[in-house]
């Protein structure tokens, strides 16, 4: 069972930035697709971003492409997205996901595992 620990929500405000960070308990970090997906108040979850097995491979929600960077660091088990030029309709509580698989996925039922996430909060 891998378990996934979020970090680094917080407040900010708008065209700030933050990083979130996902640890993994996983010995085999390195085989796992890794996400963020995210979901405000009263709408669905929604997917951010999404890494291989390396950082050769990435996608991107339309929505956050530009302004938001996943990066993932196999030697400390984390996966990493830096959010820049942030808006008040980035608020939503934010997700790690992980799935042992090669390719990358944008549908969360693709994923095994999440974590509990972290709340971001965009506002002046």
């Known amino acids: 069972q891998v378990q996934l620990v979020e970090s680094g929500g917080g407040l900010v405000q708008p065209g700030g930035s933050l990083r979130l960070s996902c640890e993994a308990s996983?010995?085999?970090?390195?085989?796992?697709?890794m996400a963020w997906f995210r979901q405000a108040p009263g709408k669905e979850r929604e997917f951010v971003a999404a890494?291989?097995?390396?950082?050769?491979?990435?996608d991107y929600a339309d929505s956050v492409k530009g302004r938001f960077t996943i990066t993932r660091d196999n030697a400390n088990n984390t996966v990493y997205l830096q959010m820049n030029s942030l808006k008040p309709e980035d608020t939503a509580l934010y997700y790690c996901?992980?799935?042992?698989?090669?390719?990358?996925?944008?549908?969360?039922?693709?994923?095994?595992?999440w974590g509990q996430g972290t709340q971001v909060t965009v506002s002046s």
């Open positions: 996901a992980g799935r042992d698989n090669y390719y990358i996925w944008r549908s969360e039922g693709k994923y095994d595992y």
């Open positions: 996983a010995h085999t970090f390195s085989t796992l697709t």
């Open positions: 890494i291989g097995r390396t950082n050769a491979l990435t």
